[in-house]
C-alpha cells in the first residue's frame, strides 16, 4: 500500500498555516495546523517527528484513480516548481477542510445539547428533592 503525505505551509491572515495532505489506498485526507509566527526548517522538521501522531485527519474523500508509475525527472523537477511557486492550498484540500469543519460544528451542536439536557435534568431533580423536603415534616 502506497502513502503518499505532502504538506503545504503558508502565511493566511495573521498566523502560518500547514495543510498536511495524505493519500492512501484511494482515500484522500486532510489536517490543517496552525503555526503562528514563521517557522523556520527545523522547526516544521521537529514538528513532525513529535506532532505527527497526534494529527487528527479529516474524513476521507475518494480518488477515482491513483497514479504509480514513473515520471520523467526532469518532468517531476517542473512539478515541484510549479508546486513550490504555487501559495496556496489545493481545492481537494480546501474541499476536504470544509468537510471537517462542518462534521465538527455538528459534533459541537451535538455535545452542548447534551450537556444542555443533563444540567436541566440536574436542576429538575434538585428542585424535587427540595420540593420533597419541605413537606417532610408535615
Known amino acids: ?15 502560518w498555516v500547514g495543510v498536511f495532505e495524505r493519500i492512501s489506498a484511494k482515500k484522500y485526507e486532510v489536517s490543517k495546523v496552525v503555526f503562528g ?3 523556520k526548517d527545523y522547526e516544521v522538521y521537529d514538528f513532525i517527528l513529535k506532532e505527527f501522531c497526534n494529527l487528527r485527519f479529516s474524513n476521507y474523500l475518494s480518488i477515482k484513480e491513483f497514479k504509480d508509475k514513473k ?3 526532469k ?4 512539478q515541484i ?4 511557486e504555487n501559495n496556496g492550498i489545493g481545492t481537494k484540500a480546501q474541499l476536504a477542510m470544509k468537510l471537517q469543519q462542518e462534521s465538527n460544528i455538528v459534533e459541537r451542536k451535538k ?3 447534551d450537556e444542555n439536557e ?5 436542576q429538575f431533580a434538585m428542585h424535587e428533592l427540595k420540593k420533597k423536603e ?5
Do not use: A, Y
Open 75 to 78: 518532468k517531476l523537477q517542473k
Open 1 to 15: 500500500m502506497n502513502v503518499s503525505i505532502k504538506l503545504t505551509v503558508f502565511f493566511e491572515g495573521m498566523f
Open 111 to 113: 455535545n452542548s445539547k
Open 81 to 84: 516548481k510549479k508546486q513550490t
Open 71 to 73: 515520471i520523467n525527472p
Open 37 to 39: 509566527s514563521e517557522p
Open 118 to 122: 443533563q444540567e436541566k435534568e440536574r
Open 134 to 138: 419541605k413537606h417532610r415534616g408535615h
